[in-house]
Each structure stands twice: as structure tokens, then as C-alpha cells.
């Protein structure tokens, strides 16, 4: 069992930065390949960027390219999203998901976890 444990969530103004951290803990935590989703009031959860367990290879969704970037630590417990940029539309709840590997557009495959979101809201 993989715990996942996401902080950071702040409101800022448009334009601003911010980073968000997820910890994993766990048997095995540093194992499976680690992304963020979120989901906005009344929207389906989406993939936000989902990086694989041997970090070479990584998925942005478009509406975040060039903005966000997700990493790593060294350990592979933690992971981060740094946000730039910040858009009104980027506001939403930010989850944190560990699975055993990612499909080409970011869905998640096989045994996965997920933690309880970290709420980032973006004002004008």
C-alpha cells in the first residue's frame, strides 16, 4: 500500500508561481512511476503530467506546456509540480497519483493510488 500526501495548495493572483509537493510513503513508494491530475468544479477529473518510474519519460497536457514541469526526488518519494503562469482556469483540486505506468495520453494502468488533493485556486 502506496500513502500519498499532497501540500502547497495556496490561492495566488494571475501570473503568479507556485509549487506543489507530493510524498510518498509506503512499501515500495519509489517504485511506480508518479503523476498530478486535477479536477475543477463541475469537470471530470484530467492529466495534468505524469512522469515514469525511470523519470525518462514524461506527458504534459498541452494546456500546461511550457508552463508546468513536473520532477522528482532523488529518492523517489517526493514529487513536484512547479506551476508558472498561473492561469484562473488552472484552479482546481491537485491530486497526486502513483501507478504501476502510464498509457501514452497519461491513464493510468494497473495498481494505483491516490491522495486526498491539494486545492489550488488561481484569482484575477
Known amino acids: 500500500q502506496v500513502q500519498l500526501d499532497e501540500s502547497g495548495g495556496v490561492t495566488v493572483q494571475t501570473g503568479e508561481s507556485l509549487n506543489i509537493t507530493c510524498v510518498a510513503s509506503?512499501?515500495?513508494?519509489?517504485?511506480?512511476?508518479m503523476g498530478w491530475f486535477r479536477q475543477a468544479p463541475g469537470r471530470e477529473r484530467e492529466v495534468v503530467a505524469v512522469m515514469s518510474w525511470t523519470e525518462t519519460d514524461i506527458y504534459y497536457a498541452d494546456f500546461v506546456k511550457g508552463r508546468f514541469t513536473v520532477s522528482r526526488s532523488r529518492a523517489g518519494t517526493t514529487l513536484y509540480l512547479q506551476m508558472n503562469s498561473l492561469k484562473p482556469e488552472d484552479t482546481a483540486v491537485y491530486y497526486c497519483?502513483?501507478?504501476?505506468?502510464?498509457?501514452?495520453?497519461?491513464?493510468?494502468?494497473?495498481?494505483?493510488?491516490w491522495g486526498k488533493g491539494t486545492l489550488v485556486t488561481v484569482s484575477l
Open positions: 497519483n502513483a501507478a504501476f505506468r502510464y498509457g501514452p495520453t497519461g491513464v493510468p494502468e494497473g495498481q494505483q493510488f
Open positions: 509506503g512499501r515500495g513508494a519509489s517504485a511506480y512511476a
